[in-house]
């Protein structure tokens, strides 16, 4: 799978050739660096003071080579796919091949740090269930009520939690139709196009 920059992400990486090797080299310590620990403008203004370039040039030039490690670490693409997609850009071999050692060297480190920063959502561990008829009560003689209790057990954290629902069968039934329908989404090709990509 190729990786697809965009115009600007090109224009931002249009910097790296005008540098030495060293420094390009120096742009991916501070990548990982902003993945790491977040930006930091004081080492783009020495940078840019050594360079004599503005710091918005250098901030720039470090965001997509951010940008070009991170996409091709998340969506884990082969070495020679990566070869290929930065083939675009028309940085000379030397370049090109630093830019691939800066990624398979960091590959790892990068898909650590993206899995800490993703969301922990709650998973399911168990459901229970109860559906209560109120069949009568004083002033209606005859009357239908009735109610489905949900008891949901989830995992958060290594840590379990239970909330309880309550509903009619109509409701339910409608719940049960969306989630229907929701699956039957997943299995059209662009759902799985996307599904793909995101791993």
Not at 18 to 31: K, L, N, T
Not at 75 to 87: A, C, K, V
């Amino acid at each position: 799978m190729l990786l697809v920059l965009s115009e600007e992400h090109k224009e931002h990486l249009g910097f790296l050739p005008q540098v030495e090797s060293s420094v390009v080299s120096e742009f991916g310590r501070i990548a990982m660096e902003f993945l790491r620990k977040g930006t930091n403008p004081k080492i783009y203004e020495g940078a840019a003071r050594k360079l004599n370039v503005s710091s918005e040039t250098i901030q720039h030039g470090v965001e997509g080579l951010t940008y070009l490690l991170t996409e091709s670490a998340k969506l884990m693409i082969s070495e020679i796919d990566f070869q290929d997609s930065i083939l675009v850009l028309g940085f000379p071999e030397e370049l090109n091949a630093l830019l691939l050692h800066l990624y398979l060297d960091n590959r790892k480190e990068i898909r650590s740090i993206l899995s800490e920063l993703a969301p922990k959502l709650p998973s399911y561990h168990n459901l229970e269930w109860r559906l209560d008829v109120q069949l009568a009560s004083r002033s209606l003689r005859q009357q239908i009520k009735p109610v489905v209790t949900l008891k949901l057990h989830l995992n958060q954290n290594g840590n379990q939690n239970t909330q309880i629902l309550q509903t009619d069968p109509a409701t339910l039934i409608h719940l049960i139709q969306q989630l229907e329908q929701a699956l039957g989404e997943m299995k059209t090709n662009h759902c799985r196009r996307i599904v793909r990509n995101i791993k």
